[in-house]
């Protein structure tokens, strides 16, 4: 009989173990699958993000493009107003290539 109680805790020791095994391997089925959730929602947010960096740097090269644009007229339009400020009775006479221009002033006479 002694024998007989030893046998039935060895099985119910084993039921036990295989019980824990199962709830073990159940854990980890879980975890493996909230960890590819995790990975795919990762996966879409970064490629999310990747898309908006790119389109600040599209937004940012325009609006740096038009500054620069802006700059260049507004040189040109301030070296126009000074051309004419300091040349206001004098006239440019082109010499017939790009380049060569004289100034004749009206007080020079000629």
Not at 31 to 38: I, P
Not at 55 to 79: I, M, N, P, Y
Request: proline share 1%; with cysteine.
């Amino acid at each position: 009989m002694n024998d007989d109680l030893v046998i039935e805790q060895l099985k119910r020791f084993i039921d036990r173990i295989e019980a824990r095994f199962d709830h073990i391997e159940l854990m980890m089925k879980h975890h493996q699958e909230m960890d590819n959730e995790r990975h795919k929602f990762l996966s879409e947010t970064i490629a999310e993000l990747k898309a908006e960096v790119a389109d600040h740097e599209a937004r940012l090269r325009t609006v740096s493009d038009a500054a620069t644009q802006f700059k260049v007229l507004a040189g040109l339009a301030t070296g126009g107003y000074l051309l004419g400020v300091c040349i206001p009775q004098g006239e440019v006479v082109g010499a017939g290539e790009v380049g060569d221009l004289e100034v004749r002033s009206a007080h020079h006479a000629d």
